[in-house]
């Protein structure tokens, strides 16, 4: 299983908010580049960064961040945030995404987003799923799409979609455990890879998640909190490694 931090970027700054609430954002540390290091350097593989700029005014903003973190670091990245246009994704693909997670667009434009994937592939394209209550959340977890989570998913995997992250947001930021239900779910009536996001608090979580079958683990709060060391979480990565090999 892929373990995954999470970089979340408000004015340039790394920072977490709770259930995507942005009146709750705390802020981590005023240089996300520097952050994406120091996860290299403790062993990790793979970045979730989210421009929640982006997310929130509805185009990418904080690319210069992702061609920074791309260029000094040789960290496996997914961008999410304000991807609307094919002039977005390309900008985003050449400052050095090598994935994009986009879920708005996937609701509002499934014909620009079935583009997107059949131009760049299922391995670049990354389904959004994020949900509050089973319902599809979008722009920036303000908006309800109105479309249940489960219906939403299986859509786009019976199009071709491989990969999903699916956030359940009400455990988002709240190191409240992972939403082991709604995954076990997805898994039982599709087949796509499945990164688990939210709620994750400990190592035990991760088992759990991989034992459902989850490919993948997005971590945030959790290492920004201490609730997991980044010792511990690069042991694991390791350990994850060696298995495979």
């Known amino acids: 299983m892929r373990i995954i ?45 989210v421009d929640l700029d982006g997310a929130r005014t509805g185009k990418p903003v904080n690319i210069n961040i992702l061609n920074e973190i791309a260029s000094k670091t040789s960290l496996t990245i997914d961008y999410s945030g304000g991807i609307r246009s094919i002039t977005d994704i390309r900008r985003v693909f050449d400052s050095g995404a090598n994935q994009v997670s986009a879920g708005s667009i996937a609701v509002t434009e499934p014909n620009l987003f079935m583009f997107w994937l059949s131009r760049y592939g299922p391995d670049r394209i990354i389904l959004g799923a994020d949900c509050r209550d089973r319902l599809v959340a979008t722009h920036g977890w303000r908006e309800n799409g109105g479309i249940d989570i489960i219906r939403f998913i299986k859509s786009y995997a019976s ?28 898994l039982s009536v599709t087949s796509v890879n499945l990164t688990a996001s939210g ?39 390791e350990k994850e490694d060696n298995t495979l090999s």
């Open 159 to 186: 199009l071709g979609i491989n990969n999903v992250i699916c956030t359940d947001i009400t455990r988002d930021g709240m190191l409240s455990g992972p939403s082991t239900e709604l995954y076990r779910e997805i």
């Open 5 to 49: 931090a999470a970089i979340d970027i408000i004015d340039g700054k790394c920072v977490r908010l709770s259930r995507g609430d942005y009146s709750t954002k705390r802020e981590y540390s005023a240089s996300p580049v520097e952050t994406a290091k120091i996860f290299e350097e403790a062993g990790l593989k793979h970045l979730h960064l």
């Open 199 to 237: 709620g994750i608090y400990r190592l035990k979580d991760l088992k759990v998640l991989k034992n459902l079958g989850c490919q993948g683990a997005i971590i945030g709060k959790a290492l920004y909190e201490g609730k997991i060391k980044l010792k511990q979480l690069g042991d694991y990565v």
